[in-house]
């Protein structure tokens, strides 16, 4: 039984030229109670496997939460194999809008104790208490409300480069700060506010807003499926589309562009600019926002020491790592003293609680 990838990404990306063929960029999730999860593991990496489907999916006994990409071509009969699962039969697929064939290029099915690492603790709400989940139009008509309170459940780096107007973009590193803040900040206002939220795919928000009905907020509500499904129904009923710049994805893409605006700038110049790139020294690999010609100037990287240090022979590289343990800079998305540039989103929250 092959349980696991043979191939190195860079042959996977060699196959998929070879292939010539389109891929769609998928991405769902489901809660759902799984007994054994390494079991459905394996189930869904030789159903998937044969299907030439990449991606990285988490499994755990919570559900299952999945980014993935698979040939058009085999779109049918991947659809199908879903169905077959009770709990996966008409799950909501949400279809990224830009397309690249190398947003995956490897299968990782992973067995996890949650499908996002929220930091929560389960047992001490109501999971199943939701949110009013409400589709793009009603997201539209509510986000206007004077008595509406927006709030952006993703991290930092993911707002920094596209959010909904009007959304409050808390500073954060982790999914379990932002619910802190947001809670603090708006506990005046539990029952007069209509507290609606989103995130990438809709999956963060399904817990968060069980959490703050728990914690006393009378009217809570949610985009459904997130971003991604807002902007396709956007397109396709032609409404308003009401966000702002790029949308942040956790694949090779990075982003996708939803709206013109360029609403971040180069963390090294200040120009505007919106795109995410790792600093290329491997020892350190921030992400940060570098303009076309900061790229160009650096090299790809996030400082002149980082540029040294990537110059010299991959052998010196290594040899200077060895002993440093790992770079703290890899966990540090988005956020390093050294650069000027990078927006301060508190006073974006200072600004909301003066105007409240
Ligand atoms: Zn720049
Ligand atoms: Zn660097």
């Known amino acids: 039984m092959q349980l696991y990838n043979n191939l190195s990404a860079k042959e996977r990306a060699e196959l998929i030229d070879q292939a010539g063929k389109e891929r769609l960029t998928i991405s769902f999730y489901k809660y759902a109670k799984i007994g054994n999860p390494e079991l459905f593991r394996n189930h869904m990496f030789l159903a998937w496997d044969k299907l030439d489907v990449l991606g990285r999916i988490y499994v755990a006994f919570e559900g299952i939460n999945a980014q993935l990409s698979v040939p058009a071509d085999n779109f049918n009969a991947f659809k ?44 001490t709400f109501d999971v199943r208490d939701k949110g009013v989940h409400v589709d793009a139009e009603k997201f539209n008509e509510l986000i206007e409300d004077p008595n509406t309170v927006l709030v952006d ?8 480069i596209g959010h909904f107007k009007n959304a409050i973009t808390p500073d954060v590193d982790t999914f379990r700060e932002s619910l802190d803040l947001i809670e603090e900040d708006l506990r005046a206002h539990k029952e007069d506010k209509k507290l609606v939220m989103y995130c990438t795919g809709g999956i963060r928000c399904e817990k968060a807003s069980a959490y703050y009905k728990h914690k006393g907020f009378k009217q809570v509500y949610q985009l459904e499926g997130g971003i991604i499904n807002y ?78 240090i990537n110059r010299l022979p991959h052998e010196e590289q290594k040899a200077l790592r060895k002993g440093q343990g790992n770079s703290n800079d890899i966990f540090k998305k988005g956020r390093a003293d050294h650069l000027p540039y990078k927006k301060d989103l508190r006073n974006i929250f200072d600004t909301l609680s003066k105007t409240q």
């Open 80 to 123: 199908e194999h879903l169905d077959t699962i009770s709990f996966l039969e008409n799950v909501r697929l949400n279809i990224a809008v830009e397309h690249d064939n190398y947003a995956f290029l490897k299968l990782k099915v992973k067995v996890r104790e949650k499908i996002v690492a929220d930091g929560l603790n389960d047992d």
């Open 231 to 308: 902007v396709r129904q956007i397109e396709e009923k032609g409404l308003e589309n009401k966000f702002l710049g790029k949308n942040f994805v956790f694949d090779q893409r990075r982003s996708e562009r939803i709206s013109d605006h360029v609403i971040a700038q180069c963390h090294q110049c200040g120009e505007p600019a919106d795109m995410h790139t790792n600093c290329a020294n491997e020892a350190c690999h921030l992400l940060f926002i570098q303009c076309d010609s900061c790229k160009e100037k650096m090299e790809n990287c996030c400082s002149t020491t980082c540029m040294e």
């Open 153 to 160: 459940m993703r991290n930092h780096y993911e707002s920094e």
